[in-house]
């Protein structure tokens, strides 16, 4: 089976940072653009973060601009969000997807069903 395992979620306070990450499990990100998407209480899920496949590219929500960074590790098959500054309204479940950047020409355009591959989310609670 083709997922993601996410980690690091927690429960912190405004202005501190977290840093997220997910593993892919049963393939290889060597392929693959990668984007994280986060679902507010009551909100849509919504796309915050990509990077492409050897990571030259990043591309952010406005509203995590400046505040969330994301990476990859290739070797080790692994992504990374990097969130610093947070505040309350960051928070929800952060899943962590990926597609073929080949064959996904809009994959920086963070649109869920440009992507195939999905973990199960990780919560993140940021407390005021």
């Known amino acids: 089976q083709f997922k993601f395992v996410e980690s690091g979620g927690g429960l912190v306070q405004s202005g501190e940072s977290l840093t997220l990450s997910c593993v892919s499990s049963g393939f290889t990100l060597n392929y693959d653009a990668v984007a994280w998407f986060r679902q507010a209480p009551g909100k849509e899920r919504e796309g915050i973060a990509s990077i492409s496949l050897h990571g030259e590219t990043t591309n952010y929500a406005d509203s995590v601009k400046g505040r969330f960074t994301i990476s990859r590790d290739n070797a080790k098959n692994t992504a990374y969000l990097h969130m610093n500054s947070l505040k309350s309204e960051d928070t929800g479940i952060y899943y962590c997807?990926?597609?073929?950047?080949?064959?996904?020409?809009?994959?920086?355009?963070?649109?869920?069903?440009?992507?195939?591959?999905w973990g199960q989310g990780t919560q993140v609670t940021v407390s005021s």
């Open positions: 997807a990926s597609t073929s950047e080949f064959r996904t020409g809009s994959w920086y355009l963070m649109r869920q069903y440009d992507y195939f591959y």
